[in-house]
């Protein structure tokens, strides 16, 4: 069941826990006020009160994704991974892949079409036999 969570700290969090893992779905709603914590800081916390250490983060309602949330994001990846948790992202659009790609950071986030994609860690298309 997912859960809404709005923080009014410039993103709204739809949550929902699974089996092993953790799926959040952020949107933007307003600018983030000054001394807020950040988009990382906000993930983080919901990781630690859920106890988990496996994130699926669910971009579909990102609109853009500027330099920040793209530092956000690497901020996020490696606190997870030196807890020994493991960060994936599905539902990048394309252009939003692109970013990733021309920041050299596709190898940390490889692209991911769905939560069960990024879950099972199939990043090539499936191909009828």
Wanted: proline letters at 5%.
């Amino acid at each position: 069941m997912a859960q809404a969570l709005l923080l009014n700290r410039g993103w709204d969090f739809e949550i929902e826990r699974g089996p092993d893992w953790l799926f959040v779905r952020p949107r933007r709603v307003g600018s983030t006020p000054v001394g807020a914590p950040s988009f990382a800081e906000q993930v983080w916390s919901l990781l630690e009160q859920q106890f988990a250490n496996r994130l699926v983060l669910e971009m579909d309602d990102i609109d853009r994704m500027d330099s920040d949330l793209v530092g956000q994001l690497v901020c996020l990846y490696k606190r997870i991974h030196t807890h020994d948790g493991v960060m994936r992202i599905c539902g990048l659009s394309h252009q939003d892949d692109e970013v990733l790609r021309m920041c050299r950071l596709g190898g940390h986030f490889p692209r991911y079409d769905n939560r069960e994609d990024a879950v099972m860690g199939r990043t090539l298309p499936r191909h009828p036999r």
